[in-house]
């Protein structure tokens, strides 16, 4: 008897031993596999992506965003520190996209391959947590690499990879991963410290762009699949809608951020010179219709993105036809998915995550005047994968006889790849396009019709290359497509000021006023204008009105200060220039002009600092005026 029992014993601990070293085994097995995927989705990123590191900045909020934005350039200090917090800039509050940018500036100066680099790294990250995101909740390692796969170099994408003023885009979306992946640990042990790793993350992406304020729906979506929280043990006969309530109370801090993130951006895009489009300009039953349509040119894209462009111009006369059409196929789509919830939960899920992720940018409340935008997508098409990376294997799946299904699923890794290489080849030929400016705009204008807003920043692109005359060919047509085109009558009217055809300059000004009076650009500049033909007392009107829409606009401080020190107004000129200088310490005229009116005032010592400050940042100082001023302050 004895002799049994420590015969069982031994067998046990052997047993156990395997065990052991079986699950060991199955452990490493999923770290190489882990290793390998993110060797694979960091290869294929790159290999599409790595050519934007020789990009150039592009004409197109990156000189508002980046090179010619005072508080990003002058790095990180306090000051820009808390301007990234607590002020909006250019119709926009996300605090950390700011703070990346600074930071890059720091690292990288202006050489916009660093820039570039950043972006691209982030998306990188972005495409290894979304697989493992994927893989955790699933445990489908083919549907998980090949979901993110497709994400990491979807020619959709490349804008938001390509572009670096949208590095908000990639900076929300590594914040939401980061969300997700503490509420899956949440959703296993919830607790409170858990719930609020998730809302801080939250609240990190929200702060980077305002995108994901239906983040808690998307939470919600996840409990339904593949977490399954509705319905899970005992409570599987217990009914759906009590369990909803239960997870819909559980996200209600989630929901109020959201509501405050939305307000926020209500109020710095109104407030932001016009980005909110008026309901006279764009009527509510217009922009149903156009988000109809773009619900349906966003999902075709995922199949077919052929005839991508930086913008879209926006169609003020859709056709009836189209939009019923668009709305049958999008409600087939959602019966269908609702249909087949029981099999197959994931259409279902990724339909919902498609439609909810686009509400905030499918243009019910417009911003700007694109009708659509391949950046809006960089999330969005997530659920859309999901439905066909899960749907195809299940699809194929249903072949009856066992041979022709052991072919067809035989062959699905060799056309999953073949579908990620095609990707990668559309979104190759797609980057290269983000080239430089011309090469970006050409090709918009290019696949596009009646493209005013191209045909502007094409313009500008040859204003930056001194080509004035194809810059004003390029503005009259996008005035011609857009009489309303604010950037294109300013810019237009900038040439003919520079051209001292200053009563077509001021045309131009005053129709670009009259679009947008709370331009504090237009009336700086109109004063400019009007300061060249002698209306000096005009021209402090505009520049004190440009004050008044903008008290940090350190050009109209300038032009102020100058006005007022040749009407030997020393003091308001002192003023004016000093805060020019405060706002832009870097700015070589404003140290020159103050030198002059510091010497006017008998401060020889502060007019030579102000000198060799001016000398310092490249400005010129005239010899007569040193020499003077030398004579003053000998040594």
Not at 380 to 397: A, H, K, R, S, T
């Amino acid at each position: 008897m004895h002799e049994r029992n420590t015969l069982n014993s031994s067998q046990e601990r052997i047993s156990g031993a395997d065990e052991s070293t079986i699950l060991a085994v199955k452990k490493q097995l999923s770290r190489n596999k882990i290793l390998l995927a993110t060797i694979f989705l960091i290869v294929i990123t790159a290999g599409v992506f790595l050519q934007i590191t020789k990009h150039e900045f592009i004409l197109y909020d990156d000189n508002e965003y980046i090179t010619q934005n005072d508080h990003v350039l002058s790095g990180m200090t306090i000051a820009n520190l808390k301007w990234a917090l607590f002020h909006s800039y250019i119709s926009n509050w996300h605090p950390i996209t700011w703070l990346s940018h600074i930071v890059d500036i720091e690292i990288y100066g202006l050489n916009p391959g660093g820039h570039h680099l950043t972006s691209l790294i982030i998306h990188i990250i972005n495409a290894i947590l979304l697989f493992y995101l994927l893989i955790r909740i699933t445990q489908s390692w083919g549907k998980s690499i090949f979901v993110a796969a497709l994400f990491a170099i979807h020619p959709l994408h490349v804008e938001s990879v390509a572009w670096i003023s949208e590095r908000k885009d990639l900076l929300s979306f590594f914040f939401m991963l980061l969300a997700l992946l503490s509420y899956l640990s949440y959703a296993k042990r919830p607790g409170i410290r858990r719930y609020a790793v998730v809302l801080i993350f939250f609240v990190c992406g929200l702060m980077s762009k305002q995108m994901l304020m239906t983040f808690p729906i998307i939470l919600l979506i996840l409990d339904y699949w593949p977490l399954g929280r509705f319905r899970t043990g005992s409570e599987k006969k217990k009914a759906f809608i009590p369990s909803l309530k239960n997870l819909a109370a559980e996200k209600i801090p989630f929901f109020i951020l959201s509501v405050s993130s939305g307000i926020i951006a209500l109020l710095t895009q109104s407030h932001g010179g016009g980005a909110i489009g008026s309901i006279a300009n764009y009527p509510f039953l217009l922009r149903v219709q156009t988000a109809i349509l773009a619900y349906l040119k966003y999902a075709a894209k995922v199949f077919w993105p052929d005839g991508l462009s930086v913008h879209y111009p926006y169609t003020k006369t859709p056709e009836y036809i189209q939009v019923s059409g668009a709305l049958l196929i999008l409600v087939t789509i959602t019966v269908l998915s609702v249909i087949f919830r029981r099999k197959s939960p994931y259409l279902m899920a990724g339909w919902l995550w498609y439609i909810i992720m686009l509400v905030p940018v499918i243009g019910l409340i417009q911003i700007g005047q694109q009708s659509s935008a391949d950046r809006y997508t960089y999330i969005p098409i997530i659920g859309i994968l999901i439905m066909i990376g899960w749907g195809v294997p299940e699809l194929l799946n249903q072949f009856k006889r066992k041979h022709q299904k052991r072919i067809v699923m035989g062959m699905l890794p060799a056309l999953a790849m073949a579908v990620v290489t095609l990707s990668g080849i559309a979104a190759w030929r797609q980057t290269r396009y983000w080239k430089n400016s011309e090469m970006l705009f050409s090709h918009a204008l290019a696949v596009t019709k009646n493209n005013a807003v191209m045909h502007s920043k094409l313009a500008l692109c040859y204003m930056d290359q001194n080509r004035f005359e194809n810059a004003i060919g390029q503005y009259k047509e996008a005035i011609r497509i857009d009489p309303a085109s604010f950037e294109s009558h300013n810019n237009l009217a900038n040439i003919y000021n520079a051209q001292d055809r200053l009563a077509e300059a001021i045309d131009h000004y005053s129709a670009a006023i009259q679009i947008n009076p709370r331009s504090a650009e237009a009336h700086n500049n109109i004063g400019v204008a009007l300061n060249k033909q002698g209306r000096g007392q005009e021209a402090i009107a505009q520049y004190l009105e440009a004050l008044s829409l903008n008290e940090g606009y350190p050009e109209a401080h300038h032009n102020l200060a100058s006005i007022y020190g040749k009407m030997g107004r020393i003091e308001e000129a002192i003023f004016h220039d000093s805060q020019a200088i405060r706002l832009r310490p870097h700015y070589a005229e404003a140290h020159r002009n103050l030198a002059i009116s510091l010497y006017l005032k008998g401060d020889y010592q502060g007019a030579k600092d102000e000198v060799d400050l001016c000398i310092k940042n490249g400005g010129n100082v005239p010899a007569a005026f040193i020499e003077a001023l030398t004579k003053k302050t000998p040594r």
